[in-house]
């Protein structure tokens, strides 16, 4: 069965440049979440979308916005990147609610 | 603050055991209850998942155990083996809200 596809799964980035993530949601999957794990922690919710409008928001930086396409994949940007946005970031997406499907994660590293 | 309390926060069972894991909740609106494991560097899978009309749901060796009006929920696991090792994590949704407990690291010896 199709997942959730992410990319990249890694990135390498210095402080204060940007960073762009993108998912791909399962097919026919009209929600897409985004996510930010650090070590040993839960999955903190950051943003979510809703048939390409943004429906809900979560702990986001103001230096982090979203968006999803007519397509459905979504990109989250990173700007002016500090060390402590170094984690794993996922994408989960959804069939109109409830049941999140992750997706692999994309590993960021600020140095 | 954690609206969905997960404990233990480490577990250690032997092969063949039952791994039990609880959470609590607050807010009554939640209605959609999931379980998630993870592996290290991977993301979340949903394992599974309860909703509040139904005291229980098992699927193989995992079953949701779920007390309304305790507000408490919790994951055994039977005949736990070695690549049951990862960490777990309860949640409760309402819609597309979802909260996530602190994770429980399970580890299962052989």
């Known amino acids: 069965a199709a997942g959730v596809i992410q990319s990249p799964r890694h990135l390498i980035k210095e402080k204060r440049e940007t960073a762009t993530l993108k998912c791909y949601p399962i097919p026919r999957h009209d929600t897409v979440y985004w996510y930010q794990q650090g070590p040993g922690q839960d999955p903190q919710f950051l943003i979510s979308?809703?048939?390409?409008?943004?429906?809900d928001k979560g702990s986001i930086p103001d230096r982090f916005s979203a968006q999803q396409f007519s397509d459905y994949h979504s990109e989250l940007n990173m700007s002016s990147l500090e060390l402590g946005d170094s984690a794993l970031y996922f994408c989960?997406?959804?069939?109109?609610?409830?049941?999140?499907?992750f997706g692999p994660g994309t590993r960021l590293t600020v140095t | 603050q954690q609206q969905v309390k997960q404990s233990p926060q480490s577990l250690i069972v032997q092969k063949g055991g039952i791994s039990i894991i609880n959470c609590a909740y607050e807010n009554t609106a939640f209605d959609y209850f999931p379980w998630y494991q993870q592996f290290p560097g991977k993301g979340p899978a949903l394992l599974i998942a309860i909703r509040p009309d139904v005291s229980e749901k098992k699927e193989g060796r995992f079953t949701i155990s779920f007390n309304k009006s305790a507000k408490q929920f919790s994951l055994h696991i039977m005949d736990s083996q070695p690549g049951d090792s990862a960490t777990y994590f309860c949640?409760?949704?309402?819609?597309?809200?979802?909260?996530f407990g602190a994770g429980t690291r399970l580890t299962v010896k052989p």
């Open positions: 989960a997406s959804s069939p109109q609610g409830y049941e999140q499907y």
């Open positions: 949640a409760a949704s309402m819609w597309d809200d979802m909260r």
């Open positions: 979308f809703y048939e390409k409008m943004q429906s």
